[in-house]
T-cell receptor, first 114, second 111 residues
Framework: NAGVTQTPKFQVLKTGQSMTLQCAQD?????MYWYRQDPGMGLRLIYY???????DKGEVPNGYNVSRLNKREFSLRLESAAPSQTSVYFC?????????????FGQGTRLTVV | GDSVTQMEGPVTLSEEAFLTINCTYT??????LFWYVQYPGEGLQLLLK?????DKGSNKGFEATYRKETTSFHLEKGSVQVSDSAVYFC??????????FGDGTTLTVKP
């Protein structure tokens, strides 16, 4: 059981380049999330999708777009990368959207924008 | 809005020492509370959780009790090991499955 799979694991971009971070889960979860993790700032929610076909902004959505392609897949796109987007990105999923259920995380994508 | 405040780190302990990492929260209603652990180079994984007041979550020797009167969910372990070295995150979830995370506390355990 793979859980939550993110690709790529590492990426270096030049300022202004675009890229898409991929995330897929095999647990039949309804809700999926994209977070970024920066030193001393915990995890900040970028976008989330409570169910297939819906997406909503989180705390820090500027500079990002998302697509909930189907129930399994939730991608994050950087249209024009900036050095401020250097971070570690985590995708997560949760079953049924109930508050008592835990989130399952991918292993992360370490992105550097130069 | 919702918020989680964790004890600032880093925390350095000797093996077999007692561990406490403080966590307090602000939220309306009755959130569920979680501790997640992140080992180097990995994503977060659930350590323990509690879904209602006075519940105690426990796992791998770690414990935390949901205290609504003090809005706290402090993490404790009686005797830490080198393998417990990691970053620990306190989190709450109130609705729609969205979680609010603390900033994380880095624990280093020395032999």
């Amino acid at each position: 059981n793979a859980g939550v799979t993110q690709t790529p694991k590492f990426q270096v971009l030049k300022t202004g380049q675009s890229m898409t971070l991929q995330c897929a889960q095999d647990m039949n979860h309804n809700s999926m999330y994209w977070y970024r993790q920066d030193p001393g700032m915990g995890l900040r929610l970028i976008y989330y999708s409570a169910s297939e076909g819906t997406t909503d902004k989180g705390e820090v959505p500027n500079g990002y777009n998302v697509s909930r392609l189907n129930k399994r897949e939730f991608s994050l796109r950087l249209e024009s990368a900036a050095p401020s987007q250097t971070s570690v990105y985590f995708c997560a999923s949760r079953g049924q959207g109930l508050s008592g259920t835990e989130a399952f995380f991918g292993q992360g994508t370490r992105l550097t924008v130069v | 809005g919702d918020s989680v405040t964790q004890m600032e780190g880093p925390v350095t302990l000797s093996e077999e020492a007692f561990l406490t990492i403080n966590c307090t929260y602000t939220a309306t209603g009755y959130p569920s509370l979680f501790w997640y652990v992140q080992y180097p180079g990995e994503g977060l994984q659930l350590l323990l959780k509690a879904t209602k007041a006075d519940d105690k979550g426990s796992n791998k020797g770690f414990e935390a009790t949901y205290r609504k009167e003090t809005t706290s969910f402090h993490l404790e372990k009686g005797s830490v090991q080198v393998s417990d070295s990691a970053v620990y995150f306190c989190a709450l979830s109130r609705n729609a499955g969205k979680s609010t995370f603390g900033d994380g506390t880095t624990l280093t355990v020395k032999p």
